[in-house]
């Protein structure tokens, strides 16, 4: 797909992960934090591999809190700025 954008998602569960679980979430980070939840962050490809993750969350049977899924367009990744 052309032009095609990378997002950034944040994806915060119920219950602490440990970091092992990265590997079969998409290779996100994933942070146990206080509270008892889990955030998962990172790059994903495209909007399919958002629904993908969002499928396998709900294959575990994992409780959603919050999801952010941010568009990075193509053409933001060779430009510069603070």
Partial sequence: MEGAARYQVRIRVQGELAPTWSTVLADLAVAAEPGGTTLLSGRLADQAAVHGLLAAVRDLGLSLISVEA?????????SGGS
Avoid: Y
């Fill in 70 to 78: 941010h568009a990075i367009p193509s053409s933001a990744s060779g």
